[in-house]
């Protein structure tokens, strides 16, 4: 079975500052989807940013882009220039190709220090 | 694009009575959606999947005669929790997938906070 592991329940950055997020995933597919989510306070699941496996360009969506290693399964979130908006809880998913369902992770609480 | 609502964001209902929550995708049609449980602080956990014009799909460990889903038409499903007791109080969370779009991405909805007493 699919896993997604986010080894930080944690973390803080300063306002403007970049900050990391990690994820690793255990698969036997060759072929897959990841995602960051964030969910605010509001509790409204928001996708931030996607990117297929096949493609070995890192995804960027404005000051959110992604690390991906595939050899390492490994999807990491980098947030630059953050923002207070910025605080959430953030998500890592997985889902397989020919999957309907997403795998998450624990979830990364991040705190936007003013 | 790409919205999805769920109503109504917050009930609460006595022990022993069904609650029924709706999804509905406004702006696009979803031959699937999807049904998640939250619990406070924890990650989103899939109940099942919800197909138009089928039945559902639960995922294991998940009653389908307590939680009933419905998917007559392709913007709704609902989520009928029935015989309702405190235990089941919980964050509950839909989500779609546009096939039109990114077919592999899905969209979710507020959320459904259900307290049972």
């Known amino acids: 079975a699919q896993t997604v592991t986010q080894s930080q329940p944690e973390m803080s950055v300063q306002e ?17 989807y990841l995602f960051w989510y ?3 306070p509001s509790r409204q699941m928001i ?35 953050s923002q207070l908006g910025d605080a959430a809880m953030y998500f890592c998913a997985y889902r397989g190709h020919g999957a309907n369902n997403l795998f998450f992770g624990t979830g990364t609480r991040l705190t936007v220090i003013p | 694009g790409a919205v999805v609502s769920q109503h109504p964001s917050r009930v609460i209902c006595k022990s022993g009575t069904s609650v029924k929550i709706e999804c509905r995708s406004l702006d696009f049609q979803a031959t699937t959606m999807f049904w998640y449980r939250q619990f406070p602080k924890q ?19 998940v009653e389908k005669d307590k939680f009933l889903i419905n998917h007559a038409s392709l913007t709704l499903s609902t989520l009928t929790v029935t015989s309702a007791h405190p235990e089941d109080s919980s964050f509950y969370i839909c989500s779609a997938r546009d096939p039109q779009r990114e077919a592999y991405t899905q969209y979710f909805g507020p959320g459904t906070r259900l307290t049972v007493l």
């Open chain 1, 38 to 40: 964030k969910q605010p």
């Open chain 1, 47 to 81: 996708l931030v940013i996607r990117q297929e496996a096949y493609k070995q360009q890192n995804a960027t969506e404005n000051r959110f882009s992604v690390n991906f290693q595939k050899a390492a399964k490994s999807f990491s979130l980098k947030i630059s220039d």
């Open chain 1, 16 to 32: 403007a500052e970049t900050v990391t997020l990690s994820c690793t995933y255990d698969t036997s597919e060759s072929d897959y």
């Open chain 2, 43 to 61: 990650s989103l956990m899939l109940m099942a999947t919800s197909n138009e014009g089928s039945k559902a799909t639960y995922e294991q460990g």
